[in-house]
């Protein structure tokens, strides 16, 4: 079942601006990541964020993640046109057996040069 | 680096034909999974398997059925493939240790049934 839903389903940018996606999702997690997917390529692992840690940065990403609200976002800072790609959030919900993840339907971002 | 590969990039099958997907790490992972992903629905997990010929049903595992005779191969089989199974299938490693528990892709396998 489709845990994690992002949010909007598609943005488009020009390059130099701020990208902010989010990710809902329903259950108690133990950790939250977030994977970018080229065109017709595989899910590459972006960053991870345990549940009890409330803001992680890696390069020019930015992630949030608010338990009470059940919600993460992930900013792409100074966006290029190479970042175009979709995003997907994963949850690694403390109900799933062996380190099962659940991902949602993912944002395409567009940036354009 | 982990590498994940996948023994085709693109597959074309007839309705009816039995259909091997073949999926290998080279990290020595435990885990292995096999996703579908199609427009709108994003990744959906087939059969995953935490062992050498141990697997588990996903979310969609009807119409599939998986091997794990190694612990780097994992095998996603269509006994009898169908047009709803054109797809783009995507298959993943990841350590066995609880907590961090980032999934590693193979380039995906993009197949169509006629």
């Known amino acids: 079942s489709q845990q994690g839903e992002e949010d909007p389903q598609a943005l488009s940018i020009q390059e130099g601006e701020n990208a902010t996606m989010n990710c809902s999702y329903k259950?108690?997690?133990?950790?939250l990541q977030w994977y970018r997917q080229n065109s017709g390529r595989g899910l590459v692992h972006l960053i991870l964020?345990?549940?009890?840690?409330r803001e992680k940065h890696s390069g020019r990403l930015r992630v949030t993640l608010d338990t009470s609200k059940k919600s993460s976002s992930l900013l792409i800072t100074a966006s290029r046109a190479a970042d175009t790609a979709s995003y997907f959030c994963?949850?690694?919900?403390?109900?799933?057996?062996?380190?099962?993840?659940?991902f949602g339907g993912g944002t395409r971002l567009m940036v354009k040069p | 680096d982990v590498k994940v590969t996948q023994s085709s990039r693109y597959l074309v099958k007839r309705t009816g034909e039995k259909v091997f997907l073949e999926c290998v790490q080279d990290?020595?992972?435990?885990?292995m999974f096999w996703y579908r992903q199609d427009p709108g629905l994003g990744l959906r997990l087939i059969y995953f398997?935490?062992?050498?010929?141990?697997?588990e049903k996903g979310d969609i595992p009807e119409g599939y059925s998986v091997s794990r005779e190694k612990k780097e191969r994992f095998s996603l089989i269509l006994e009898s493939a169908s047009t709803n199974q054109t797809s783009m299938y995507l298959c993943?490693?990841?350590?066995?240790?609880?907590?961090?528990?980032?999934?590693?892709f193979g380039p995906g396998t993009r197949l169509t049934v006629l």
């Open positions: 993943a490693s990841s350590p066995g240790l609880a907590g961090d528990n980032e999934q590693f």
């Open positions: 259950t108690s997690i133990n950790n």
């Open positions: 964020i345990r549940s009890n840690e």
């Open positions: 994963a949850t690694d919900a403390e109900e799933n057996a062996g380190n099962m993840l659940t």
């Open positions: 990290m020595d992972h435990e885990n």
């Open positions: 398997s935490y062992d050498v010929k141990m697997k």
